[in-house]
């Protein structure tokens, strides 16, 4: 593909229920990393892959949140018992070379 | 740890004019990478120019150069002949150098929202 795709776009659940979010990098690219992004603040790191493995998850808030790479391409990150606290723009990258992350369009996360 | 600092929550500015944008970062390291990210309001987050440390040069791509100022720690932006499709927040962004065959995690500013006048 072109880019970096995510789906869904937009994403309502209520609070205490179980959401996955994909990511679709760009071909090629073994880096993999997971953002958030509340209002008006910048993005703040969640996660990085490199390949199948987690090469580090410490932005990660709690254990309610993980993801996973099984195949080194598409990747999820599963939110279980939202909250509303949860409420956020989730933004996946991807990078092939030394220093660049090319960014996809994100999933708005809203919890009810 | 590292930061990244932008003070102006929003600048305004008038069409087919030059503004800048200021970002100050805090790290230990001498070897680091810093970017300025465009977002829309579209939420896709469009890399606009970088700045590796160790090049004294300042980076330019088009309308868009850079101030990097290493020992003071400042990284501003400077959007010549300004159109209205600039009008984006617009992100500060440091990475460190330091990390062995792998890429490594995007440290943000807060955001600026910049405004174009016709």
């Known amino acids: 593909g072109a880019g970096v795709s995510q789906t869904p776009s937009n994403k309502v659940t209520e609070k205490g229920k179980y959401v996955e979010l994909r990511c679709d990098p760009i071909?090629?690219?073994?880096?993999l990393y997971w953002y958030r992004q509340s209002l008006g603040q910048g993005p703040e790191f969640l996660i990085y892959?490199?390949?199948?493995?987690?090469?580090?998850d410490s932005g990660l808030p709690n254990d309610r949140f993980f993801a996973v790479r099984p195949e080194g391409s598409v990747s999820t990150l599963k939110i279980q018992r939202t909250e509303r606290g949860d409420s956020a723009v989730y933004l996946c990258?991807?990078?092939?070379?030394?220093?660049?992350?090319?960014f996809g369009p994100g999933t708005r996360l809203t919890v009810l | 740890a590292q930061t990244v600092t932008q003070s102006q929550p929003e600048m305004s500015v008038q069409e087919a004019e030059t503004v800048t944008l200021s970002c100050t970062y805090d790290?230990?390291?001498?070897?680091?990478?810093l970017f300025w990210y465009k977002q829309p309001p579209s939420r896709q987050m469009i890399l606009v120019i970088r700045?590796?440390?160790?090049?004294?040069q300042n980076a330019t791509e088009n309308r868009f150069s850079v101030n990097f100022q290493k020992a003071a720690k400042s990284f501003s932006l400077k959007i010549s002949d300004s159109q209205l499709g600039d009008a984006a927040m617009y992100f500060c962004?440091?990475?460190?150098?330091?990390?062995?065959?792998?890429?490594?995690?995007?440290?943000f500013g807060k955001g600026i929202t910049l405004s174009v006048r016709p």
């Open positions: 990258a991807s990078g092939g070379g030394a220093d660049t992350q090319y």
């Open positions: 071909s090629g690219h073994t880096a």
């Open positions: 892959f490199q390949g199948t493995g987690a090469a580090d």
């Open positions: 790290t230990s390291e001498s070897d680091y990478y």
């Open positions: 700045q590796e440390a160790y090049k004294q």
């Open positions: 962004a440091y990475r460190s150098a330091w990390v062995i065959g792998a890429n490594s995690k995007l440290t």
